[in-house]
Antibody, heavy 118, light 110 residues
Framework: EVQLVESGGGLVQPGGSLRLTCAAYGFTFSSYSMNWVRQAPGKGLEWVSYISSTGGTIYYAASVKGRFTISRDNAKNSLYLQMNSLRDEDTAVYYC???????????WGQGTLVTVSS | QSVLTQPPSVSAAPGQKVTISCSGSSSNIGNNYVSWYQQLPGTAPKLLIYDNNKRPSGIPDRFSGSKSGTSATLGITGLQTGDEADYYCGTWDSSLNAGEFGGGTKLTVL
């Protein structure tokens, strides 16, 4: 059974850093591109970042470029999101999602909540 | 402000049909495939439609998708109370090299 499990969320002060992890189970992780998508409280979905299966291609949303870094370790079946210089507006539930085909994301984790507040 | 425009809400009676539109541009919907997602309250999004009109295994044929030019449409027939959810369209934007989601549409089954 395909499972994605995010961890690493929590409360952090503005300007602080946090590293999210997404552990993948039940499929050949190294064969799939992955995405991070976030959802602010009561708001819609916002795409954050994409990484190809090998890690050779990476894209970021303009709102996080230069502050967030996506990476993966295929040997550990894990996806990461390093978040630096966090702002209030980064407060959201962060989901990792498997890229099934042409930016169709067929499996999502349960999400991890990141709260940026002083 | 989302690049893809969806109506904030739609409603219909049980058993009826509803459509949800998603409007974009040539750099996103016009030249890329569209997906649709259902998000029930308190849960992660679920893929309903990919490649404009294909359904993943397990998605009933009450759900359908179409695309014309720079717009896409999700159709749901035989509405059930369990269909009450937020629905999002999504696609890639080739000019921005970024993923995009619509602002979401809340479906109410009256």
């Amino acid at each position: 059974e395909v499972q994605l499990v995010e961890s690493g969320g929590g409360l952090v002060q503005p300007g602080g850093s946090l590293r999210l992890t997404c552990a993948a189970y039940g499929f050949t992780f190294s064969s799939y591109s992955m995405n991070w998508v976030r959802q602010a409280p009561g708001k819609g979905l916002e795409w954050v970042s994409y990484i190809s299966s090998t890690g050779g291609t990476i894209y970021y949303a303009a709102s996080v470029k230069g502050r967030f870094t996506i990476s993966r370790d295929n040997a550990k079946n894990s996806l990461y999101l390093q978040m630096n210089s966090l702002r209030d507006e980064d407060t959201a539930v962060y989901y990792c999602a498997r890229d099934f085909l042409r930016f169709s994301t067929d499996y999502w984790g349960q999400g991890t909540l990141v709260t940026v507040s002083s | 402000q989302s690049v893809l425009t969806q109506p904030p809400s739609v409603s219909a009676a049980p058993g009826q049909k509803v459509t949800i539109s998603c409007s974009g541009s040539s750099s996103n919907i016009g030249n890329n495939y569209v997906s649709w997602y259902q998000q029930l309250p308190g849960t992660a999004p679920k893929l309903l439609i990919y490649d404009n009109n294909k359904r993943p295994s397990g998605i009933p044929d009450r759900f359908s998708g179409s695309k014309s030019g720079t717009s896409a449409t999700l159709g749901i027939t035989g509405l059930q109370t369990g269909d009450e959810a937020d629905y999002y369209c999504g696609t890639w934007d080739s000019s921005l090299n970024a993923g995009e989601f619509g602002g979401g549409t809340k479906l109410t089954v009256l």
